[in-house]
């Protein structure tokens, strides 16, 4: 599984508007903080904006704001916003997915892994995330994942 550039870049950017208080925030604001590109930035919000997850207001006290409380906001609602279906598998269904022998388990290895990043990603909330207070059992899986890591390959 591999997290884009724009989706790291849209949640750091849906963070920024969930702290940045009940006013708008300017994109060059966002872009400074988070040393984006402000031309990709743009970009990327229009992609949330479309997805009805932030809203914009034109003149000099404008701005982007969240379009509902940071805590109804998850994650899978921004990866999906920018880059669509989580875990996709070449466009195909994983419903209707089939391959003959000696492949046939795998469609239920893609279904496994789109239900492991639902798991996180349809339970941390961007409220979550600004808080840095995380649910319990993705506390746990990324413990579990750096203690593999570590044993490993070392500290």
Known sequence: MRISERVD????????????GA???KAEVIATHQDMS???LLDI???LKRAELVRSKRGPDGGFTLSRA???ITLADVFRAVDGP??????ESLRGLEYPAPAEALPLVWMAIRGSLRRVLETVSVADLVSGELPTSVVEMANEYQAATEARFGR
């Open 23 to 25: 006013g708008p925030v």
């Open 86 to 91: 989580l875990a996709d598998v070449h466009d």
């Open 45 to 47: 919000l229009r992609d």
């Open 70 to 72: 940071a805590s109804e």
């Open 38 to 40: 402000l031309k990709y």
């Open 9 to 20: 870049n849209a949640v750091r950017a849906m963070g920024e508007l969930a702290v940045g």
